[in-house]
């Protein structure tokens, strides 16, 4: 079975900063990769996904995350936060064939303004 | 389009006590999920629901959780008896499923049901 680990589960930055987030996951076959966002008081969202092609890809709101293969990572990056990307941040995976998504525990990011 | 609804939004009940919780997936949408989602942690499947089959419960507590979505529809989630440790948020989702012989596995989640157990 898959699992997804996301490191730093608490950041805190300022408005202008850039994000990265980290996600590494454990599967050897070929995987879907997700990221989704949930904001304060709503629910999931799906931000961007990865499912072939070119491994960068782009998602709402000027986020992007890059695939690459033989680090097993899908880091997520925005180059410069607002205060309305406050949220918590879910990376999730699931083996090609099988919708079972495995989530990771989440970053919490706080922008301050 | 509509979302998927979920309902109810909060519940409080003390230990074992049973409960249900009731989701609507986003019409046409053939493949549903439950989640269970405790604090601090990414969601955990719990089961899946190809039309109104089970394609995926080996992660649901069989001795106190069950499910059904018998019309292929909507779907409930029972607990019973509750435990402390049952206290979590209980996400319902839904995806396209298969397709025009794809597989479509984009996720749409519901708002979910809080549930605090005393």
């Known amino acids: 079975a898959q699992s997804v680990s996301q490191h730093n589960h608490h950041v805190i930055l300022s408005e202008a900063a850039s994000l990265e987030l980290g996600c590494n996951y454990s599967?050897?076959?070929?995987?879907?990769l997700f990221w989704y966002v949930q904001y304060p008081g709503q629910h999931l969202q799906l931000l961007l996904k990865?499912?072939?092609?070119?491994?960068l890809v782009k998602g709402i709101k000027g986020f992007e995350a890059e695939f690459i293969k033989s680090k097993f990572s899908f880091n997520l990056r925005k180059p410069s936060v607002q205060w309305s990307d406050t949220a918590e941040y879910f990376c999730?995976?699931?083996?090609?064939?099988?919708?079972?998504?495995?989530f990771g525990k989440g970053n919490q990011v706080v922008v301050i303004p | 389009e509509a979302g998927v609804a979920q309902s109810p939004r909060y519940k409080i009940i003390e230990k074992r006590q049973s409960v249900a919780f009731w989701c609507n997936p986003i019409?046409?949408?053939?493949?549903l999920y439950w989640y269970q989602q405790i604090l601090g942690q990414g969601p955990k499947l719990l089961i899946q629901?190809?039309?109104?089959?089970?394609?995926?419960d080996s992660q649901l507590p069989k001795d106190r959780f069950s499910a059904e979505r018998l019309k292929g529809v909507d779907s409930t989630l029972k607990i019973q008896p509750a435990k402390l440790e049952d206290s979590a948020v209980y996400l319902c989702?839904?995806?396209?499923?298969?397709?025009?012989?794809?597989?479509?596995?984009?996720?749409?989640f519901g708002p979910g049901t809080r549930l605090t157990v005393l």
């Open positions: 599967y050897g076959g070929t995987v879907n």
């Open positions: 999730a995976v699931n083996a090609r064939g099988n919708n079972r998504l495995a």
């Open positions: 989702a839904s995806s396209l499923g298969l397709a025009g012989g794809r597989t479509y596995n984009e996720q749409f």
């Open positions: 629901f190809q039309n109104n089959g089970v394609v995926d």
């Open positions: 990865y499912f072939s092609g070119d491994p």
């Open positions: 019409s046409g949408h053939a493949t």
